[in-house]
């Protein structure tokens, strides 16, 4: 397996060429990159910028297998407006075609929501201007599984073409609750271009990571780690809470899963990053070499 970071931890006051050199000092594999609205990797870059940052990864030999995005929380592919609806679709075929400049094999994508009680603005920098309506949806839970399977039943042969996969992550949109019901979508929509992106701490309002592993077997194409602290609640460093992270690993091993493990933190509180950054990669390190 490989060691991966989200760009959500990177220090905003760098260039990205610049915590790139980071990532790869620190051990890492690969970076995600996460598509903004605006600036330096986002719906506004042209397909010229994106290849000078895929030139800037080749140079400090970081892969980049996925491309992430947070607008989905304001562009849901389930919303009742059809104009954000169509919004999102707009945003899913960019990640696809930003993907491919990059070279990078997997967009990850939320299917839509049911609701969201999520305190986003905590999480997420850039949704602070969410409008009330929008954090305020709520769709009827049938209607959100019917427009997600169609839309991305459409979506799959557009990946195909440019040989990206779209990755359906868990998440907490009060939308596929179960790994039955995640394996249950992905098989509906019956194409290999379409599989699961594994958040390990997104399920721990709701389940176990083990059952979600064992269930969505090899359809996980990407995996999130994150630890999640049942005492306070909350998510926190790698290694500081309640995921027994060996355990895990070794279920990953049983499905065959041999890809990136890619730390995720949203809303990292007080933590200085670039030791956060070195010291998670050493964890990284611990785990995936534990037997």
Known sequence: MKKGLNAWVFNKSLSLYEN????????????????????EFSMESSDADIRVIRAYAD??????PCVCTSLYWQYSLTSPDAERRKTA???LQRQIDIAEILGAQHILCIPGSVGVDLNLDS????????????RNEVVDYKEAYDISCETLERMAHY????????????VGNKYLLSPLEMARFIDEIGSKWVRAYFDVGNVFRIGYPEHWINALGNRIAMVHLKDWSKRHASFVKLGDGDTDF??????LRNVRYDGYLTVEYIGQGD???????????KFLEKIIEAR
């Open 20 to 39: 790139f050199i980071i990532t790869k000092d620190a051990g890492y594999d690969s970076v995600e990159l996460n598509l903004a609205a605006s600036g």
């Open 59 to 64: 140079k400090i030999g970081l892969d980049l």
């Open 89 to 91: 679709e707009n945003i």
């Open 123 to 134: 999480m997420f920098d850039d949704l602070f201007n969410l409008p009330q309506d929008t």
């Open 159 to 170: 990946a195909r073409a440019r040989n990206v996969i779209i990755c359906v992550e868990n």
């Open 246 to 251: 060996t355990s895990l690993i070794s279920v």
């Open 271 to 281: 933590y200085n990053r670039q030791e956060l950054i070195y010291d998670t990669a």
